[in-house]
Each structure stands twice: as C-alpha cells, then as structure tokens.
C-alpha cells in the first residue's frame, strides 16, 4: 500500500545548478508521494535552481558552504520526519520507486533502503563511474560487512533514528561512503531496492569528477578503516614493517651465525629499529581498538536514544 497515514516524509534533495532538472524532480516526488514535504537545498548555484525549485512547489533552503556533505549535514540538521527519501536533483532517479522504498522501510522495520541503480544505457551510468562504484563498494564490504551492492547510490530513503544518528563529517561526495559506514558499523537493519537509472536531461552536466571525486572516497575510506578499524589498520602496518625488518636483518643474521661478525652494523641497527616500529603500531591497534569500541557503544547509546517511529499496521 501506498497509505502513509500518520508517517511525516520528507524528500531532501540537495542541489547545485540543477535549474534544467529539478523542475521535473519536485514534480515526479509530488506525484509519487503525495503527502511528503519536498525540500530543495541550493548549494551557492550560479543559475535559477531555487528560483525553479520554488515555482514547482519545493521548500527551498541554501547551504553556503560548498560540497554535497555540508548541504547534506544542513538538511539533517533543520529538517524533521519520520522518513527521510534523499534523491539527487538530477532527474536521473525513478520518482515512482519511492513509494515501494518507503513501505519497505515501514514494513521491515528498517534504518535504510538503498536504491540500487539499473541502467543500460551508457551515457547514464558512465564505466569509469561504475567501475570505481564497483572497486569501493568490495573495498567497503572487505572491510566493514557485505550488505550493499551500490555504495555510492544517491536514492535512499532512511529512518529518523538514522538521520538524527548520522554524524555527517564529509564535506563532498564521499557522503554516501559515510551514510553507508555508518549503517553497517551500527548493524542497522537495512535493505536495497533495484531503481531504474537514466541519463540527464540536455543541458544538466554532472558534478562528479571521476579521478578527483574517487580519490577522496578512497581517502574517505582508508580514513574509515583507520578509525574504525584500528586494529586493522594499524596491525598491517605492523606486519608491513615486521617483514621490512626481518629482510634487512636475514642477511645480517646469517653472515653472523658464519663468521660471528658482524660488519653491516647499520643494517642491523636499521632492522632493529623497524621492528621496535612495528611493536609499538600494533601496541597503538590494540589501544584504539578498545577506544573505537567505547565510541561505538556511545553511538549506539545516541542512536537508541531516539525513539523509534510508531509503524503502522501495512497489512
């Protein structure tokens, strides 16, 4: 069913010169659902978006700090529902999937539906985007838990205990890597929907750069790993610096136990100096690890600080 009596929706699209598409946005979310608040967000845009924005009957707010993360952290902040539907102001996502989005979300009970972009057509979903979507996405499920196929979608629909939860540190596109991290190291009950992806509309141009923008998820990440997962981190760093080691000082080594001298004393000192190294990196894993722990039961604690929505029998 596609009755949200009593659910408070409210769809955040944040936007930056977005003045060709975002007309048609406002318009397919008003139709898809009906009784949800549509609010635009303009980031600093140099052309009409929130003139248009406002014509179609969106809510307009602005966020003067640059970057899809801070108009997002914004949104987060002055905005309150009970059910949060994030779409991109591109008019490249399905407005019609979100009624299905939002009932999953109230029926499972879930934090988070991902809207997992299906397309064919080339020029909708770029390879250098879907490649470098595809390598992050194993990057994060190696590391952090296998339950997203489309990390870096930007069609979720989320619950208020998440949102009002959600740190929202990034300032750029590395967003979605957080809101997906963010789901997994609570072990938040979520799900993914399939969605039809199309192409832009003639003259919009994507803000993404493919080079530039994945190199700050992938920095995203291996800050993630490092503060999430310490031990991790600092312990392969350990065995990195233990196996220097152990190569400078072989050589040492056995020229000792055949002439019990031994004349590349720097080397040895060297060695032994990288392997003190690697002991005191994983002494630092196992001490953040017990900190990273103590944050998580402090996120956990805020998370369950808010009360969960009052879900409606769907039946």
Same mark, same amino acid.
């Not at 949104?75 to 309150?80: G, T």
């Not at 979507?133 to 339950?147: D, E, W």
């Not at 989320?158 to 190291?185: D, M, N, Y």
């Not at 072989?250 to 002991?279: D, K, Q």
């Given at each position: 069913?596609?009755? *949200?009596?009593?659910?408070?929706?409210?769809?955040?699209?944040?936007?930056?010169?977005?003045?060709?598409?975002?007309?048609?946005?406002?318009? %397919?979310?008003?139709?898809?659902?009906?009784?949800?608040?549509?609010?635009?967000?303009?980031?600093?845009?140099?052309?009409?978006?929130?003139?248009?924005?406002?014509?179609? %009957?969106?809510?307009?707010?602005?966020?003067? *700090?640059?970057?899809?993360?801070?108009?997002?952290?914004?949104?987060?902040?002055? $905005?309150?529902?009970?059910?949060?539907?994030?779409?991109?102001?591109?008019?490249?996502?399905?407005?019609?999937?979100?009624?299905?989005?939002?009932?999953?979300?109230?029926?499972?009970?879930?934090?988070?539906?991902?809207?997992?972009?299906?397309?064919?057509?080339?020029?909708?979903?770029?390879?250098?985007?879907?490649?470098?979507?595809?390598?992050?996405?194993?990057?994060?499920?190696?590391?952090?838990?296998?339950?997203?196929?489309?990390?870096?979608?930007?069609?979720?629909?989320?619950?208020?205990?998440?949102?009002?939860?959600?740190?929202?540190?990034?300032?750029?596109?590395? $967003?979605?890597?957080?809101?997906?991290?963010?789901?997994? +190291?609570?072990?938040?009950?979520?799900? +993914?929907?399939?969605?039809?992806?199309?192409?832009?509309?003639?003259?919009?141009?994507?803000?993404?750069?493919?080079?530039?923008? %994945?190199?700050?998820?992938?920095?995203?990440?291996?800050?993630?790993?490092?503060?999430?997962?310490?031990?991790?981190?600092?312990?392969?760093?350990?065995?990195?610096?233990?196996?220097?080691?152990?190569?400078?000082?072989?050589?040492?080594?056995?020229?000792?136990?055949?002439?019990?001298?031994?004349?590349?004393?720097?080397?040895? $000192?060297?060695?032994?100096?990288?392997?003190?190294?690697?002991?005191?990196?994983?002494?630092? %894993?196992?001490?953040?690890?017990?900190?990273?722990?103590?944050?998580?039961?402090?996120?956990?604690?805020?998370?369950?600080? $808010?009360?969960?929505?009052?879900?409606?029998?769907?039946?």
């Amino acid at each position: 069913m596609n009755d *949200f009596v009593g659910i408070n929706i409210a769809v955040i699209v944040p936007c930056y010169n977005e003045e060709v598409a975002i007309y048609a946005v406002v318009k %397919g979310f008003q139709t898809a659902l009906p009784s949800a608040k549509i609010y635009v967000y303009d980031n600093n845009s140099t052309d009409r978006t929130a003139e248009v924005a406002a014509e179609a %009957g969106a809510i307009v707010g602005f966020e003067p *700090f640059p970057g899809k993360g801070n108009v997002m952290r914004r949104m987060f902040s002055d $905005i309150d529902a009970d059910v949060y539907v994030l779409v991109d102001g591109d008019d490249t996502y399905d407005s019609s999937a979100a009624p299905k989005m939002v009932s999953q979300l109230l029926d499972g009970q879930l934090d988070m539906v991902n809207g997992v972009r299906i397309s064919t057509i080339k020029e909708a979903y770029r390879f250098g985007h879907r490649f470098g979507n595809v390598m992050l996405t194993q990057m994060v499920a190696i590391t952090f838990g296998r339950q997203f196929t489309d990390m870096l979608s930007g069609y979720r629909v989320f619950s208020r205990r998440f949102v009002k939860s959600f740190p929202a540190l990034a300032k750029g596109f590395e $967003i979605e890597t957080e809101l997906t991290i963010h789901a997994l +190291e609570l072990r938040m009950k979520t799900a +993914e929907l399939p969605t039809p992806y199309k192409e832009r509309p003639d003259g919009s141009q994507s803000k993404l750069n493919t080079l530039r923008d %994945g190199i700050r998820i992938l920095f995203t990440i291996m800050v993630l790993i490092k503060e999430e997962r310490p031990l991790w981190f600092f312990g392969g760093l350990s065995f990195t610096l233990v196996t220097l080691a152990l190569g400078l000082a072989f050589p040492v080594l056995l020229e000792y136990l055949n002439t019990g001298l031994v004349p590349r004393f720097p080397t040895a $000192i060297l060695s032994a100096s990288i392997m003190l190294l690697a002991f005191l990196s994983l002494t630092c %894993g196992f001490i953040l690890d017990s900190v990273t722990r103590s944050r998580q039961e402090i996120k956990r604690l805020a998370y369950l600080a $808010i009360s969960a929505p009052n879900w409606p029998n769907r039946k």
